[in-house]
């Protein structure tokens, strides 16, 4: 179905800010949308989570830093990270799926390939 692509990430010094693009194959309007992230030995973890309606939730660690959104009219779903530490270094992903999971803790249908992020102190 629908294809995704992530953009956005690089390397930054800790308080910076990225932000992360998602762009879509084809309408993300009645998608629920997620980011990912996962940081080398550890487990694959929940970012960020919108629902169709404008739902959103975060993991306690980027509440109040990170914000998720999303353009439809562009296709594109967007993480705008801000005051970065380095413990945010990781792969991120974006996933969709038909809301599935928005409330449990199984993982997406649909994937992207990720994007870097690298946070130096």
């Known amino acids: 179905q629908v294809q995704l692509v992530e953009s956005g990430g690089g390397s930054v010094q800790a308080g910076g800010s990225l932000r992360l693009s998602c762009a879509a194959s084809?309408?993300?309007?009645?998608?629920?949308m997620y980011w990912f992230r996962q940081a080398p030995g550890k487990e694959r973890e929940r970012v960020a989570a919108?629902?169709?309606?404008?739902?959103?939730r975060y993991i306690d660690s980027v509440k109040g830093r990170f914000t998720i959104s999303k353009d439809n009219a562009k296709n594109t779903l967007y993480l705008q990270m801000n005051s970065l530490k380095p413990e945010d270094t990781a792969m991120y992903y974006c996933?969709?799926?038909?809301?599935?999971?928005?409330?449990?803790?199984?993982?997406?249908?649909?994937w992207g390939l990720g994007t870097q992020v690298t946070v130096s102190s």
């Open positions: 996933a969709a799926d038909s809301c599935r999971t928005f409330y449990t803790s199984a993982y997406p249908d649909i």
């Open positions: 084809a309408t993300i309007r009645n998608y629920c």
């Open positions: 919108l629902g169709t309606t404008g739902s959103t």
